[in-house]
């Protein structure tokens, strides 16, 4: 990950404390209505006890102020204004006659500030003068600092008329009411109010006080709660940094209980698939065998070893003789078939702690533990003994197959993988050069031809394309049908001392083995369009053998677009071969890559077409151009029926698909009339003429 | 149930419902024609009275007797309202006058009494009883008629007392009254006395009784209930007692029910007007009898029958009275009811 990545991301708020915070927040809310609930309530309590209160000072004052009235002596007021002193909330006093005005001298507390209540004005005189009501209308006028001026009516009243007579007190409703006056007061409760607020701080606090102690209970109980989901925490971080020998507790809380058990299903499940994932990079899908990679990798670890501990173990590098011929004239399930044989073999006849390997295309590896000189040599006998009483039987025909041998004696802790295995191609190439079958044992200190060994080989391909030394030979390719076209097909060839040029046989296993074979083609191509930009023919094709290295190259379309850019040449000049083995292997690939350059004007033909029993199937899938017939199939269409039926049958499907068909390894002219009159468009071979350095214009 | 308000049917109305019964038998089974047959014989076998009804009823105009005219003068009876205290009062006084006494119910339809108090200004000379203060108020411009007035206490409120107009009084004899009250309670000696404006007379007379048994009237004069009550607290350190007057001017049940919860908390004997304040702690109720006043009437107006005035008193007062003792509260405030009284006596 990007460190700068790290800095955005986010870390994890941890389950526990994310609910601990909810249930804070919520019991604020909670605290916060609640204390909003408790004010509010508590001043309307106290609003409507000041109302209440004041609603009885009132009548008490409407008693006291009767003789004002009766006497409209303002000296009467003693009574009232002693009574009114006694309460500390009463600011102010005053009896109003009915007109509004006042009767006496108001009563105002002294060293106390009134707040700014207009006079009573005539629609609230009105309104309180009403007397067909059941209860007297008593008006309140809220002012600031918790001041209250309540106004009401003082009423007298009278039975009426006759009332007296039949006197009954069941009798209701029959008195009369008169308004005399009125009784004005200023209440101030804002002591009231202080001390009321004051003790709601003090409960706040209280209740602040509670629910911190509340929360810490909570946060304690959350925490014990998630114990059980915090034990998954440990086994959780170990499986996701890929561990998988992890076990969750499937005990305690139901729950829990049910995610342990689902995440020791899925981990089982990851290991199996882990342990198939890991026997997958480590083997080979074809013979059950060991790879080329994890055999390195074991390989080191037994040098580590020897390095140690001293001791010898033997390096056996296998080279099928004949692979490739098989592999062309059988088939490629035919190579198959013989690979997976030959892996059985070497399994079957190695000891059980030995370790074999499939380490190429037809290349096999041992690695023999704890073998001395003498008995690696013993190995090595006995395997060229099995390999010769080895049969090979297909399509009824009994084929030899040997082994040549390479070995390397593992006993030098400072030599890497890479020098022992070196070493074993060396000792193999040997063991070729000295007529297969036979084995070799790569000996230190001894002078190796460098140009028969791997090593040299490497060196000396290496130096070819640097120096852009590659040489194209050109074998025309002749039109039956009277075609414009002039193909030739090119062969790649380095430079030799002693031949002039080398042919592929010599070189390719090593340039395939050292994973240059795409280089040599994008030479090749180079080469071909130059000699195309030099022409200026027309009518001058190319066809060229695309390697399986060039194919994996995810740059061959960019490639080939700058090489034509370049050289400023069509494609339509380049014909690219691909055998059958190669479409087989790359299926997927080339059914990208064929679509995507037959689109530029390169055409493509399939190799060795009919040598297998699938090659129909490939025409369907690939857009191709031309179908170059296999030569087991041209080699005796003099004689056998079949295969001039066969080739009869190619030529036809080439014509319905609008493709050209070439028939290689053309022996004679009697053969070129056949196929002239099969209706074969172009034939090849070394009868018509042998590959030149030289173009046959 | 009174006699004005006494309901008669008539013969034609029996014989509808016998029909009714009849058709009514034509859709019954037989056990039930057999229990109206039994009803229909009990209710039956009674024809109804044809007996003349010699109750006066509540009509606007009605003469006792459809008989020959005396030479006595005519006495047209103004009743206020179809109450108990003016009918009772009513009812005896055509008992006594006979066929001189024409009975008016008055309404509350002032144009109705209008031509009523018309009828009679112009119709032949009469003396004119009214019963009631709105019947008094009435007949305030049948000036050149002799006219007796009762059942009325504020009656100077309303200047009703002329020559011609004189009156009985509601409350009964002021001497019985203070005579009573000292014999239920021989320690009694402050009394005290609120009423509205305009009862000077009426207190006058009342101080002069009282004094006359050894008790002292204090007497405060009130313009409303509140005052009512402030005088009743402010004198309740003079007073044992209170008399009771029932002034409606200045009272309410409020007060009624606060100074009568004031005297009990306070020990205080309280004389009523009602019986029904004896539930509210009063110790004593005196009232005036129906027959009584009626009685007074009578003889104020035969004393007049011949003269131009009403001889006598602005008002007299009745010499009798219903007097109920509340045995609770003389229990309550010690006072030992004497024999001559306990008949009297009760628990309210």
């Known amino acids: 990950m990007r460190p700068d990545l790290t800095l955005l991301i986010k870390t994890p708020v941890s389950l526990a404390n994310r609910i601990l915070a909810l249930q804070l927040l919520w019991a604020l809310i909670v605290y916060l209505l609640f204390i909003a609930a408790l004010w509010f309530t508590t001043n309307l309590v106290i609003e409507s006890n000041v109302r209440h209160q004041g609603e009885n000072w009132i009548a008490k004052l409407d008693e006291l102020g009767i003789p004002v009235y009766a006497s409209n002596d303002p000296g009467q007021l003693a009574d009232a204004i002693s009574y009114v002193r006694n309460i500390p909330e009463i600011l102010s006093a005053q009896y109003l006659d009915i007109d509004g005005k006042k009767l006496s001298s108001a009563y105002q507390r002294k060293n106390s500030s009134l707040g700014d209540f207009a006079p009573l004005t005539e629609e609230t005189l009105k309104n309180l003068k009403r007397t067909d009501v059941e209860k007297k209308a008593i008006i309140y006028e809220k002012g600031k600092n918790s001041q209250m001026r309540i106004s009401a009516p003082i009423w007298i009243k009278s039975i009426e008329n006759d009332g007296m007579i039949d006197f009954s007190l069941k009798k209701k409703g029959s008195e009369k009411i008169e308004t005399i006056g009125f009784i004005d007061i200023v209440l101030d409760y804002s002591a009231i109010t202080s001390e009321i607020n004051r003790n709601l701080t003090y409960a706040s606090l209280i209740i602040a006080l509670m629910m911190i102690l509340a929360a810490y209970i909570g946060r304690r109980m959350v925490r014990w709660a998630l114990i059980p989901l915090s034990d998954l925490e440990e086994p959780l971080t170990r499986l996701a940094n890929g561990e998988t020998d992890v076990t969750v507790k499937t005990s305690g809380d139901r729950e829990i209980a049910r995610i342990g058990i689902a995440l020791n299903t899925t981990i089982s499940a990851l290991k199996q698939r882990d342990e198939e994932l890991r026997s997958m990079a480590n083997h080979d899908g074809l013979t059950g065998l060991v790879n080329r990679k994890y055999f390195v990798e074991q390989l080191e670890i037994e040098i580590g070893r020897i390095a140690s501990n001293n001791g010898s173990s033997a390096l056996f590098f296998f080279d099928l003789d004949r692979f490739k011929y098989i592999n062309d004239t059988y088939g490629h399930a035919t190579g198959d078939r013989l690979l997976v044989q030959i892996a059985k073999l070497l399994t079957q006849r190695t000891r059980g702690k030995d370790l074999v390997a499939r380490f190429g295309g037809d290349e096999f590896t041992l690695l023999a533990y704890n073998v001395e000189h003498k008995g690696a040599i013993e190995i090595a006998e006995s395997f060229i003994q099995i390999m010769r009483d080895f049969n090979f039987y297909e399509a009824g025909d009994m084929l030899k197959i040997y082994f040549s041998i390479g070995i390397s ?278 009868f018509i003429g042998y590959p030149a350095a030289q173009l046959n214009s | 149930m009174n006699d004005l308000t006494h309901m008669k049917k008539t013969p034609q109305e029996i014989w509808v419902n016998i029909l009714t019964f009849t058709l009514l038998i034509l859709r019954m089974r037989w056990y039930w024609i057999f229990l109206l047959v039994v009803f229909f014989v009990q209710g039956c076998a009674r024809p109804p009275s044809t007996a003349p009804y010699t109750a006066p009823a509540p009509v606007t105009e009605r003469t006792t007797v459809s008989g020959k005219k005396t030479h006595a003068i005519q006495v047209e009876i103004l009743v206020s309202e179809d109450i108990p205290a003016y009918t009772e009062v009513a009812n005896e006084l055509v008992k006594l006058l006979g066929t001189r006494g024409t009975l008016r119910l008055l309404t509350a339809n002032k144009l109705n009494n209008y031509k009523i108090i018309s009828k009679i200004n112009t119709s032949e000379p009469s003396q004119i009883v009214s019963i009631g203060l709105n019947a008094a108020i009435a007949s305030k411009p049948l000036k050149n008629r002799q006219l007796v007035f009762c059942q009325v206490y504020n009656y100077q409120n309303y200047a009703l007392i002329t020559a011609r107009h004189k009156g009985v009084s509601m409350l009964p004899s002021l001497p019985l009254t203070f005579s009573t009250w000292r014999g239920l309670s021989p320690g009694t000696t402050d009394i005290g006395v609120i009423s509205g404006p305009g009862m000077d007379d009426v207190i006058a007379s009342a101080k002069a009784s009282a004094k006359h048994y050894g008790l002292t009237l204090h007497y405060e004069s009130v313009k409303s209930d509140k005052e009512f009550q402030y005088a009743f607290k402010k004198i309740s350190t003079k007073v044992q007692g209170y008399w009771l007057l029932p002034d409606n001017r200045v009272l309410s049940e409020n007060t009624l029910r606060n100074i009568m919860n004031f005297s009990v908390r306070n020990s205080k004997q309280v004389a009523v007007f009602s019986e029904e304040l004896l539930k509210l702690g009063g110790l004593l109720s005196m009232s005036s009898a129906h027959h009584d006043i009626a009685q007074q009437v009578y003889e104020r107006l035969e004393q007049a029958q011949a003269k131009d005035a009403i001889p006598g008193p602005d008002i007299v007062y009745p010499e009798k009275m219903d007097l109920h003792i509340n045995s609770v509260m003389a229990g309550n405030l010690s006072l030992e009811i004497p024999a001559r009284y306990r008949k009297f006596a009760h628990a309210p």
């Open chain 1, 409 to 686: 004696m593992i006993d030098d802790g400072t030599l890497s993988s890479h020098d022992y295995l070196k070493e074993a191609d060396t000792a193999v190439h040997e063991a070729k050069t000295h007529g297969r079958n036979d084995f070799r044992l790569f000996k230190r200190g001894t002078l190796h031809n460098a140009q028969e060994s791997g090593t040299g080989w490497h060196e000396r391909l290496q130096n070819v394309l640097l120096n852009y030394q590659a040489v194209p030979y050109f074998q025309e390719l002749i039109g039956l049908k009277n075609q414009p076209e002039k193909i030739n097909e090119v062969f790649l060839r380095i430079p030799d001392i002693e031949q002039g040029v080398l042919r592929p046989g010599a070189f390719m296993p090593a340039a395939e083995r050292f994973g240059l074979m795409g280089e040599f083609d994008k030479q090749m191509i180079k080469k071909v369009a130059e000699v195309l930009a030099v022409q200026k023919d027309s009518n001058l094709v190319f066809s060229l053998n695309l390697s399986e290295q060039f194919i994996d190259d995810k740059n061959i379309v960019s490639f080939l677009k700058s090489v034509i850019d370049e050289h400023h040449v069509s494609p339509k000049h380049f014909i690219f071969e691909l055998p059958e083995q190669h479409i087989v292997r790359n299926i997927e690939r080339l059914q990208h890559i064929i679509p995507a350059l037959s689109e530029l004007d390169f055409r493509f033909a399939i190799d060795d077409f009919g040598a297998g029993f699938t090659s129909f199937s490939y025409i369907k899938q690939l857009p191709v151009h031309f179908l170059k017939i296999n030569s087991s199939l041209i080699d005796r269409i003099k004689d056998d029926n079949i295969d001039r039926i066969s080739v009869r049958a190619i030529v036809e499907v080439a014509l319905d698909l609008n493709m050209q068909t070439i028939a290689k390894f053309v022996t004679d002219d009697e053969s070129i009339a056949m196929l002239k009159k099969i209706g074969i468009d172009f034939v090849q071979g070394n």
